[in-house]
């Protein structure tokens, strides 16, 4: 196979691993601190809308990619009023949540474009070379010639171990997601923690749809973020809770989603369909070889306070 | 979701919860719908619509006359029937099954071949054969997230909600493929053979049998429930996992996977029955989102079998006028998604308030349990 | 005993969950230099009154004053910066983190900012360590170290902020007899170096062995305060538990219910309904025995399933049980002490047949009462009613109409009338069969999780920490049911094991006393058969 076409395959698998990327680091706190947020792909769609929105109205990507932060922001804020605030099960409140951003972006958008599902035209991210490391052969246009957005998930990964392994903050992140009731006993406001640590996730989501919207498709249409938001949670735990890893099983996903490209390089003939189904496929079967090796954090979707007796 | 409400006994035998206690989820039900409606009035009147307007137009397309009643929101209301006691089953069981949409699909799937292919049989053999082949299909769909809960510990929300995509990719394959149309220009099925149809049960209308079977299946998963040793089994391991495992006679995995089976076949037989009743073919796109709506007609039932009559009534109500409310009060029909949404936070947040107060709402104490009591009195 | 005010002065404290009042008008003085010992029943309150006073709680009325200044003690930070360290019941430690990193939590120092202090609270508690002779590897997960180690480390983690007073909970009941008594001469050096110490406990000789003063709680308000040498212990007892005989008398069973309930007792042994029970191979062993296990070995097991999770042996690393062989005989009660975390859950689950053995044999009778040690969760669905829990154990015995089975009706009729009955028997506390269970308090649940659990026991009863947190006249009623109960004559006559981690009890009860530590049963002789003599095999293998 041409190293042209490899280089493609590369950098397609980057290009769709970014967003799974983003969403699954912030997911990644979220969970550390002991909280499930299902809702991830209302943020992730809530993202895409504000990307889109936001890049129309101030004729910009980079805007587009602050709104869509800030929708991400907002549908996680829902999430945590109701699961953290008031302590409502965080399965369902997290399936609520999502529901309503399909929901909701899709009359949004109904409503401001119409019915007639014609391609928007947006102001896009484009790529950013890296001087001297897009030069590298074969993994330096895949990896360092992408959107902005992907140099943010590289560098956000080993910011975020960091911060969960060496600073005073992240151990106590940690420590809530392990056992909230010794983490109050030691002076940590366990609510806050969970709540910062939830609306940093659903910031996260909303950077990943706006890069959806603006770096990968340059257009909105409805449910475009198509199940991300749930392969996002099962890539988290695949990368075991832990950022580096997270991103590392990240590109691999989206090595694996961008088969496709590669087979219709290689002129084989599979059902369409197939290659759509193929992501979901494969993170079931992730699952299924993966899951029985890692540990989630012990308090993960419990609420607390636990039940009180009467 | 642990507890169900106070038990309801249809056919006597049992005692009766205090008033109270069976009180308690009609008014979280009423409060939620209440306050759903002042937020969807909100939303309206903020974006521009007059909520008034908009709420005439829907109800209007869903109650506007007896014939709207019994061909537009009855017949809407049959899969929320269906896919709403699926979700009751399992969520009584402590399985998160959010899979039903997928399981529908299974099950149309499922159903649509047999009425295409057993075309000799009489309509006695027949239908029953598609609908058991759609609950076959749904089970099946169960299958493989329950399998991997029960050998592997993956939990189940994931997993069917994957499921989902899988089984919507399916079907597009499906009837584009294999069981496309014999002229093989539009994705969707030939229809199926006329002995493998609903009929309508009352003349007239689009009523048709699968109203009755709905009606039937939410008495059956009632009575099951409540007063038979299965259904108890499984309301123990839903509400108390570890006590129902300890007491030594109840094997509680094997409870939680067989429902969890019992839960995708009603699933599969609510997309049966949709083929078969109404569509007579199958196509892309069959279900608009029944499996998820579900959850919220399953919740603001009070995860009541008897209940999920009424609430999947008045979602297909819902669905019903929501065509309505597109054309005449030019309202997006996705608002209905927001709705449902808005149900389901609002059933969570009242039943989490009349059990702990508004003290729930105020920053919680660091030691949580009450400190074990001597012989007190009764709290 | 130094003169002047006193260090700590809380007075009239209430506290409220709900519609139950823990702290009635409590108050407690502590004073640098004693230790202070803080006596009364389960229930009376100790643990509330302590938590208001570590900031774990808020009290609704009533003033703390420290030094003579009132304070506001909102959460555990403001009770940490008026001198007030805390050692709780139930470790507040986080178990996949190291002991370091336990003790660093929440510890600021300053200069460091966002960064993690490691070496600095490192240095800090060896210099503690070096002082205290209280040695715990820094290193090692929390997760590894057993109970006695986690009480070190929470210990130093009160000691680290260099309290001036001092609060334990219940520290003595994890502990063998030798471990408490040396954390007894610690809690003495500590005082003796001026701070005041005030140390939660329910056992008399335990509290007069360490404490130069003592406070009485009873129903949640303080009743008693004085200087251990102008107190005994008869004094203490009538304050515990007031003039009043406690006992609570047992109604007489109602004749209708007990016919109907006998419908519902299990066939004999021999038939195996429940899926989980194991198979019997070889020959039956002599008549006498109900319960033999020989070889047994039972791995350790990682819990949580699904998204919902129902491990029973999920948890902190209990040791597995190795090569255990025992034969419960008729009429008798084994005893087995040991402090928690040595293997007695899995013990208990294979005698009552629950779990089956990964080595060895266990022939068990195909139907075991067992009475697990945590009722909320174990014992009781709190969120169904008190005929549903009594069907718990029943509801797959043969029913008064129709066959069993798959689809078989549930004898609703029936077992409420037993329901009542079980109430009426036991003194239950409850308006009737339909009340929820979560509406009880905890003696009245644990009441009928003994008497659900004595019905439906053929041949044995599993008993593990029965009388945990239950007021004396509770207690006394579970150990005449216990004691009723194998001693029997309609029949053949049952056998019980009987596992506590209470010492008296254990004592008290057992026909015959056994030790678990480390996983192994070890058999008492008859001429170790006391505190002393237990406690040092206690401590034989402990880790």
Redesign the interface.
Known sequence: MAEADLVLYLEASVRLGVPLALAALGESITERSGVINIGVEGSIIAGALGGALGALAFAGAGPGVAVGAAAGLLVALVFAAFAIGLGTDQ?ITGTAVTLGGIGLTGAVYQARFGTTGTALGLPTLSSLPVPGLSSLPVAGPALFDQAPTAYFAYVAAPLLWLFLF???????L??VG??P????????RVRRVRILATLFGGTMAGVAGAHLALAHAGTFAENMSAGRGFVAIAVVVLGRWNPLLVLVAALLFGAASALQFLMQALGLDVPYQLFLAFPYLLTLAALAGWVGRA??P?AL?LPWPAE??? | M??GPG?RAPLG??????RA?RIAPLLTAAGAVTLTALAASLALAVGGHDPGRVASALIGGAFGSPEILLSVTLVRSVPLILTGLAVVLAFRA???NIGAEGQVDAGAIAGTTVGLHAGGLPPLLLVPAVLVAAALGGLGWALVPALM??RL?????ITTILMNFVALNLAAYMVRGPLQEGRGVFPQTDAIADAARLGVMVPGTRLHWGFAIAVILAVGVSVLLH???????I???G????????????????V?FRTFLASGALAGVAGGVEVAGVTFALYEGLSPGWGYTAIAVALLAGLSPLGVLATGILFGALEGGAGAMQRVASVPAAWVGVVQALVILAVLALDRVRRHGLGALTVP???VV?????????? | MNAGGPRVRMSAIVRR????T?LDGASLELLPGEVHGVLG???A?K??LL?VLGG???ADAGTVEIDGMPVRLA???DA?RHGIG?V?QH???????TVL??L?????VRG?G????LEAVRRRVSALQERTGLRVELRRTVAELGVGARQRVEIL?ALLREPEVLVLDEPTAVLAPAETRALFELLRSLAAGGRAVALVAHKLDEVLAVADRVTVLRSGRTVHTARREETDADALVRAMVGDAA?T?RAASGAAVGSARLAQLRPPMPGRV?????PTATGSPPPADVVAALEGVSVRRRSG???????G?LAGESPPALQDVSLDVRRGEVVGIAGVEGNGQRELALVL???LAPDEGRARVPAR?G?I?Q?R??????????L??NV???F??APSSRGA???????P??TL?VATADLIARYDV???G????A???????QQKLVVGRELRVSGDLLVAENPTR??????TRFVHEELRRFVGRRDGPAPGVVLISSDLDEVLALSTWLFVMAGGRLIEAPDERRSREGVGALMLGAAP
């Open positions: 399965i060496r600073t005073r903050w992240g151990l106590e940690r420590a392990e056992a009731d010794a983490a109050m006993a030691s002076g940590v540990r989630a012990a979707a009180r007796a009467p | 642990r507890d038990d035998g049992r005692p009766r919860a205090p206690r402590g399985v998160w809960r029960l510990g993956v939990g189940e929300v007063r038979t040793r299965t259904g108890f089994r309301r123990a391991v509400t108390a996992p570890l006590a129902a495992a300890i007491s030594g006679r109840i094997d509680a995995d094997g939680a104490s660091a030691v009450a400190p074990a009591q001597g012989d007190g009195s009764v709290g | 969950f709900g519609s139950v823990a029943e389960n229930g309150g643990t509330t938590n774990m709680l808020p959460t555990p930070r940490w805390m709780h470790f507040k430690l986080v178990s996949p983190l990193e336990n660093a939590l929440g510890y600021r460091h966002m960064r993690l202090p983690k406690a609570s309904p429940d899926p989980s029970a949580g399933r699904g998204d919902a999770s129902s029973l009552a047949g629950r075991t067992f697990p945590d909320t969760t174990e014992g009781l669905a709190l969120d169904l009613d005929t549903d069907a718990l154990a509801h797959d069993g089975g798959w689809v078989g009706w549930m609703w009729a409420r506390r409850a308006t069969p339909g009340d929820r979560r509406a009880l308090s905890g003696g009245n947190g239950l007021d004396v006249g509770a």
